[in-house]
């Protein structure tokens, strides 16, 4: 068969490489602990579930709704973004259900993008952006950001990289996989001088609701102007721990949604309309259902820094988002090889730096989201074990025991 080549610069998704890398040591009886994949380690709300179990005997959760998803739905999402975080979005006009932040993702790129515009990706980057931009055609440029100011972003970080080909620049706070907090001044001011170049600013927010101490999230449909070009993903796979229930949102003016509405019928229709109905008794009473797990998360948070401090080889100051943290390791040249290692060695699966970018390499991400505090433990003390036998060039001795 006949492949276009824009499909084979995608790389094949590496996490799901890594989960059955890991999957294997554990069929051989290994006791692996996972720091990999960025799951929550609580369940959905109840009144979610709930109203899935009355959702099936009611005959509209068998048939599709809307190409733009359950009105109610819309409706409840857009009074509780503007009671939280001031933004003024339509419901009937501005909004696309959809079957995660993934596929709202590209959905707005296959609205947006001709064949070779140009997407600035800060970096470190989640990584299914750029699989997103390359296979819709469009061409991802990297815009490194700088561990020493905490992966902070603003418009002079993106300047540089701006050509006339430059349709996009993608900002996910907080961040995947950084969990840096962006300051609000400095998104306004990065978004309205995107805009005054004709280039949109697409804004992934699936964390806003986990930040920790100061940090507040500034949601880009807040700003006034956001009309003038602002694309907002969002999605309840994190805060509502949905993973694989699919549901999140594309918040956009009321012309690109009628636009997008055709790719939307042409993908999938709709999101799937039973997970849209948990979702809904989430959004309606239980939205601030994520808030009870921060205290725990940030426990672990704080608990990771305390090892990770006292081993030499490893580096990370806490960021204030998400449940990530993104850890350079002195002097590696292969964080892929490394992570490798790691799991092989002593069975905790962490993720590859350079799996989010260039400006990656020499960096492991670990999640804390879903592993609990005597697992994390466990991990903390193997990894202090791995790296007490790194040195400088990688090596490692062949008679670490386990």
Known sequence: MRIPERVFQILPPQIDII????????????????????????????????????ALSAPDTHIYSSDAGILDLRTALCQQLAKQYQADVNPNTEMIITAGANQAFLLALLTLLEQGDEVILPSPYFM????????????????????????SLNFADIEPYITKKTRAVVIVSPCNPTGA??????????????????????????????????????????????????????SFSKSYAMTGWRVGYLIAPEDFIREALKIQDTMLICAPVISQQAVLAAVSQAWDYPVQFLNELNARRLYIFNWLKNIPALKWHPTQG????????????????????????????????NLFGRA????????????????????????????????????HSEGLQL
């Open 322 to 353: 998400g449940f990530f943290a993104f850890v350079r390791v002195k002097e590696c040249l292969d964080a892929q090889e490394l992570a490798n290692r790691i799991l092989d060695k002593v069975h905790v699966v962490v993720i590859p730096g």
């Open 128 to 151: 299914n952006h750029e699989m997103a931009v390359r296979s819709v055609g469009a061409v991802p440029v990297e815009a490194p950001l700088n561990e020493a100011k905490g992966f």
């Open 19 to 54: 989960n059955a890398r890991a999957a294997g040591w554990r069929e051989r009886g290994a006791d692996v602990v996972s720091l990999g994949q960025a799951l929550p380690g609580f369940p959905p709300p109840a009144i979610a579930l709930a109203a899935v179990r009355s």
């Open 360 to 395: 990656g390499e020499g960096f492991l991400r670990l999640s804390y989201g879903s592993v609990n505090l005597v697992d994390l433990e466990k991990a903390c003390i193997r990894l202090a074990g791995f790296f007490k036998e790194y040195n400088t060039n990688g090596a």
């Open 181 to 234: 907090v962006y300051d609000p001044e400095e998104l306004k001011i990065l978004a309205r001088a995107l805009l005054g170049r004709g280039i949109y600013p697409i804004a992934d927010e699936t964390y806003m609701q986990f930040v920790y101490d100061s940090a507040r999230h500034y949601s880009l449909a807040s700003l006034p102007e956001w009309r003038a070009g602002v694309l907002v993903v969002g």
